[in-house]
């Protein structure tokens, strides 16, 4: 455009400002010499006639009104760069990306269900199968957990110890949800504790980290992390060696957002807010410590760490150190013992531990490294060629287990939920024997006594096949269909009931090519599910957390070669609670006792089939009786369009 018609458009505005910095930028680039205002007007007039101003002011007032609009909409974006920058910054550094994870939450859960509700069909229209699916909705949602961890991670894990009802890639994904989590830095666990007590680690633990005589010492690199916390070693001055358990320090702030995000299961979402109270972890230790101690069956063969009050708070929790052997370590726990005769593994029954070198803790921490490794191995027990193990029966192991896991479900009503072999340490007696030590008591249920007498009569009537017991128990729990919850309890397919349910859903399936198949036993599923669970408002929500506690107690013994007959002491224990409970009259006991008499001939028929399965291992067959089992159970759920396919510690 020629350079007067921009000066004649500058000239006849009235922003006077707008007319200088036209004449200026002209004169500056020398195509116009020095004018005044008026001077200029007259020059302008001069090229053109006042109509053809006019019209070339009217041909340019539109791209001058679209520059305003532009200007304007570049303002607002400015804006609102600068306000989502803000909010950023303020979530990163003051919530912990508590914003940013629900975001990715309620993104990822539109993105899972808006694929579902396009391609769940015979043949997907963006998906080569369901199988396709599945996999990729599998792939988002564990990167989802992984990337958001915290109370997130537990979800996940809680969803992988009941993923049997899930499809196989849910199942395979969700298995490497129990991988160790990083640990935070020791600032972020320093600030933890400045800010629960008020007092620098060395001033509350009476620790030092440079060697003063005098002090204990304490490690700065944590010894396992998890989801929630991080364990520390330390040895105090007094001798004491505790584990310390450190809540990482973003939890605090990200775990109501978390349960805000998750409200739409309250009573999990419950459960998992308690688990990062260490007050109430504490509060568990104790109680199930004296509820071991009172029962005669388990005292001695349990140990249950002591926790020092003086040294907790809501978010840091100081309990007795451990030395021992986890339950997975199957060799480790069958090796010969290379110790002496009658003496035990280091710290059995509450022994003090074995002092460290003095000479070589100086040392370590006179090169100030946050890397340090200060607690002694005190595998002197392996012999001198390191092969030895603690020699101990698996069959007694897991025996103790049962017994105390069977004792929290039907007599105590407390009930750890989270027995995984992680936390479940092995420790050898003086006499052998082997001592079960159970640690990390943050997740817990109570059963009320009504419904825990109900859940014993339950498994007792199991044993019996008493249909009538058992389906008046089940519908007052709101369930509709007694045989496939009987073969879920007792973890293997139930032969005792009508089969209503998987029959009814067997009739209905029909032979079709493999992908219209594959949609058809998964719409099957679905309606199976809902004609289990025919009253929702009924359903006891105790029953998510004792079904866990099952699965995983049935996995250790798979894990172990099947050395004790679960189902059997289970029954027993369930019949003698009924004898044994503080909550019956003297009444209800006394016939309560006759009829565990009776029940005890009933309960040699499962010792025919455990024992035979026992002799079949000896003569060569690798699978276990909790292998067969499990087999049934992938036969009956796969008629019910279940698939199970791995293992409950897969990964």
Known sequence: ????????????????????????????????????????????????????????????????????????????????????????????????????????????????????????????????????????????????????????????QAIAMQSAILPPAFQKMFAKMFDDAPQNDWKEAEKVILEDFGKTPEELFGVSFTGEPGKGVMERTARASASV????????????????????????????????????????????????????????????????????????????????????????????????????????????????????????????????????????????????????????????????????????????????????????????????????IIRRLPSGKPELVLIDHGLYIHMQPEFRHQYSLFWKSLMTFDNKTIGKIVQSWGINSPDVFASATLMRPYTGGDHSTSDGIKRTMSVKEQQERSYEMQQQMRKGIREILADEKKWPRELIFIGRNMRIVQGNNQLLGAPVNRIKIMGNWASRSLVDSPDLSYSEKLVNLGRHFLFKFVLFSTDVVFYTSKIAQYFGRKQNLEDDMEAGMKKMAGDMGFELNHSVFEG
């Open 1 to 156: 455009m020629p350079l007067r018609y921009i000066v004649i458009i500058c000239l006849i505005s009235s922003n006077y400002s707008t007319v200088e910095i036209c004449l200026c930028m002209l004169q500056m680039l020398e195509v116009w010499p020095p004018l005044d205002r008026a001077s200029a007007r007259g020059v302008c007039f001069d090229f053109v006639s006042h109509k053809q101003v006019e019209q070339h002011f009217y041909a340019l007032a539109a791209p001058a009104a679209t520059y305003k609009r532009t200007r304007k909409w570049g303002r607002r974006l400015l804006y609102l760069a600068f306000g989502f920058g803000a909010a950023y910054e303020v979530d990163q550094y003051f919530l912990y990306s508590s914003l940013a994870r629900s975001a990715r939450t309620f993104w990822t859960g539109l993105i899972v269900a808006s694929d579902y509700k396009i391609n769940f069909r015979p043949h997907p229209p963006f998906a080569n199968s369901l199988q396709d699916i599945h996999n990729r909705n599998a792939e988002r949602l564990f990167d989802l957990l992984r990337a958001n961890g915290g109370l997130y991670l537990k979800i996940g």
């Open 229 to 424: 916390a991080q364990v520390h070693w330390a040895r105090l001055a007094d001798g004491r060696e505790v584990a310390v358990k450190i809540q990482k320090r973003e939890i605090a702030q990200q775990v109501g957002w978390d349960l805000w995000t998750f409200n739409m299961v309250p009573y999990i979402t419950e459960r998992l807010l308690l688990e990062t109270d260490f007050v109430n972890e504490a509060d568990n230790s104790e109680r199930m410590a004296k509820l071991v101690a009172g029962e005669s069956r388990l005292r001695g063969r349990v140990y249950i760490p002591k926790v020092y009050r003086e040294l907790s708070s809501k978010r840091i929790m100081t309990a007795e150190w451990i030395e021992g052997v986890r339950l997975w370590d199957k060799e480790t726990l069958t090796r010969p013992w290379q110790g002496r005769w009658r003496q035990g593994s280091p710290g059995c029954r509450g022994a003090p531990l074995d002092p460290p070198d003095q000479h070589q803790l100086a040392e370590i921490l006179r090169k100030h490294s946050l890397e340090e490794h200060l607690k002694p191995n005190r595998d002197w027990w392996k012999g001198v060629s390191g092969k030895g193990g603690l020699g101990v029966s698996l069959k007694d192991t897991m025996q103790t287990m049962v017994d105390l896991f069977s004792a929290q479900m039907f007599l105590w009503g407390w009930c750890h939920c989270d027995p995984h072999p992680g936390n479940v």
